[in-house]
């Protein structure tokens, strides 16, 4: 997992003087955008490079063309090798002598741009890092609880907790959550589900307070900087006010059973 962090320290520090400019690019390459729809980034990326190509032969810097040259082939292999796993768009910092070579597909919707100077540009990787931190999404219905680990508005790691009404203890599910998951078995009969939802608003204090050390915990140990709580008005309420972590934001809507992707765009928007 890319350190958003890190990275952007190093490359504050990049400075090239002379004919060894810095690359950036920018590329929108985002499928839903109305503007995208005939892969219209490519066109974008080919008048790009091409503007670059032109404006440097004109200046008569051989030395700087060439740097370019160096730079423009790695960057296409780049863009060719990849092409078929494009997400929203796509950023490529880059220097002739590879000193410098940042390339990632990313999933925010970016604003196509290039730059060949002395520094790199960095002010949509900062939005990058500032709209889609290190997040934790917790989504709660009854006596189910889900969390979606996120960063840089990708899904870095899932799990699910259920409770067992038998012994009161939330445990961890493994594999993939069957649908129509239920408390009760086959069979249980409509006063047995009455008497559920009996008991689940009686013990939902209790029961919320014995998962939120899990959760805590989670939190500590994958560095969340935000956390969402996404589910019903009173699940979502009752669960944050057991949690100590700080909670950033709830989402008063089930989405338990929504595709993970479908939730970090209700989150993220």
Do not use: C
């Not at 990313?106 to 520094?119: A, G, S």
């Not at 006596?143 to 445990?171: F, G, M, P």
């Amino acid at each position: 997992m890319m350190d958003l962090h890190k990275k952007l320290k190093d490359l504050e520090k990049v400075r090239r003087d002379g004919a060894s400019k810095v690359f950036t690019m920018y590329l929108n390459t985002d499928p839903s955008d109305p503007d995208q729809q005939g892969g219209e980034w490519k066109i974008h990326f080919k008048n790009g490079m091409r503007n670059f190509e032109q404006y440097l032969k004109e200046d008569k810097n051989k030395e700087e063309y060439e740097h370019f040259q160096a730079v423009k082939e790695k960057v296409k292999r780049f863009i060719q090798g990849n092409e078929q796993e494009f997400r929203r768009g796509v950023i490529i910092i880059a220097t002739a002598d590879e000193e410098v070579w940042f390339a990632d597909r990313v999933q925010m919707r970016l604003e196509t741009k290039f730059y060949w100077q002395e520094t790199p540009v960095l002010d949509q990787l900062y939005e990058l890092r500032e709209k889609y931190p290190k997040s934790g999404i917790i989504l709660v219905q009854q006596n189910e609880v889900k969390i979606i680990d996120s960063y840089l508005n990708e899904i870095q790691d899932t799990a699910s907790y259920e409770l067992d009404l038998d012994t009161a203890d939330w445990r961890e599910k493994l594999g993939p959550r069957k649908g129509n998951s239920s408390p009760f078995g086959p069979g249980r009969t409509n006063l047995q589900k009455d008497n559920f939802a009996d008991r689940f608003e009686a013990n939902q204090q209790r029961w919320y307070k014995k998962i939120a050390p899990k959760l805590d915990k989670r939190a500590k140990d994958n560095n969340w900087e935000k956390i969402y709580v996404v589910g019903e008005a009173d699940a979502s309420k009752e669960l944050k006010n057991q949690m100590n972590k700080p909670v950033d934001a709830m989402i008063q809507k089930n989405m338990l059973d929504h595709e993970e992707s479908k939730v970090l765009e209700e989150v993220f928007g």
